[in-house]
């Protein structure tokens, strides 16, 4: 007797979002299905990788990080280069750390003169985010936002506090946003429809649900993101069906699990694999609950979970 297989079927699609310029542009999101189920419907079988750079030199990174980049990270126009062209990101993800008010508190021209910059010497999509402090970011956006104009990057943190002043300049000048809510599906939304009311496309929204680590809340993230897809392929909520965006390495290598010496915790082995090994199961883990787009800080954890997608591309 023949098995046949069973086939959920879906309501809805998950919007394409196209980023980035002249023949290097990216497509995130466009299923129609779960991830990787391609036996039901359209799969998405390549997933954006980017590696974060910053505008200053973070100084707390983990020795596993900058022994990889070494001198780089004092110059953000080098690390940028080192990751396009050593490490074959497909996007860079550039952090405006320095504009915090408590790391720096740089201006929005300085910010702007590094933006313009780093544009200047790659050609992969860009993903600008500010410092996560709502009041500085907004200030430091129309500027910033205003310098990368027309050339389709990804600009955010737009969060509740802040929302408006993102969405004017992302419209203005022509780029997709990230929409930050806290841990729950209902925020994501009610921030989705805020955006849209203000005047922004819905279709130009990446949904970051708020990423957490293995240990630290990797199931409470899973649930939401599993939440939001559902929402969008089986109710067809227009408000939930955006790309979504994992930022992984930032919540990884700050835990001590990732960071430790093996001299500090012998009994966990060699620190390098370990932040490598923890970085690429949280980002599969997401991908597995229906991320887009994922920013690591290690390029190898960005290699293994490239080739991790491409078997289960290949596989489904």
């Not at 290097?24 to 299923?31: F, M, P, Q, T, V």
């Not at 129309?142 to 990368?148: D, F, L, S, T």
Request: net charge negative; glycine share 8%.
């Amino acid at each position: 007797m023949a098995f046949t297989v069973p086939k959920e079927v879906y309501n809805g699609k998950i919007n394409q979002v196209e980023v980035g310029r002249d023949q290097h542009k990216l497509i995130l999101g466009g299923e129609e299905v779960l991830p990787f189920l391609s036996f039901e419907g359209k799969a998405v079988s390549t997933v954006p990788l980017a590696l974060e750079v910053h505008d200053v030199n973070p100084g707390d990174w983990a020795p596993s990080l900058t022994a990889v980049y070494g001198s780089a990270m004092n110059d953000p126009v080098q690390w940028a280069r080192m990751c396009q062209d050593e490490f074959k990101a497909d996007m860079i993800c550039l952090r405006l750390s320095g504009t915090h008010p408590d790391n720096g508190d740089r201006s929005a021209e300085e910010a702007g003169k590094v933006v313009q910059a780093v544009l200047a010497a790659v050609k992969v999509p860009l993903i600008i985010l500010g410092s996560n402090h709502a009041e500085k970011d907004a200030a430091v956006i129309k500027h910033v936002a205003e310098v990368a104009a027309n050339t389709g990057s990804i600009i955010g943190k737009a969060q509740e506090k802040n929302y408006k002043t993102f969405a004017a300049v992302a419209t203005a000048y022509g780029h997709k946003l990230v929409a930050l809510s806290d841990l729950d599906i209902n925020l994501s939304k009610q921030l989705n429809i805020l955006l849209t009311q203000s005047g922004f496309d819905g279709k130009n929204i990446i949904i970051d649900a708020m990423s957490s680590t293995l240990g630290y809340g990797l199931e409470y993230t899973y649930s939401v993101m599993e939440r939001i897809r559902l929402s969008a392929l089986q109710q067809n909520d227009a408000m939930m069906q955006m790309p979504m965006i994992c930022d992984v390495g930032e919540v990884t290598w700050k835990i001590k699990e990732a960071k430790a010496s093996e001299e500090d915790q012998p009994a966990w082995g060699p620190a390098k694999p370990r932040g490598v090994l923890w970085e690429t199961l949280t980002a599969l883990s997401f991908l597995m609950a229906g991320g887009n787009l994922v920013v690591f800080r290690h390029p190898e954890a960005l290699g293994m979970v490239r080739k991790t997608v491409a078997e289960l591309a290949t596989a489904a």
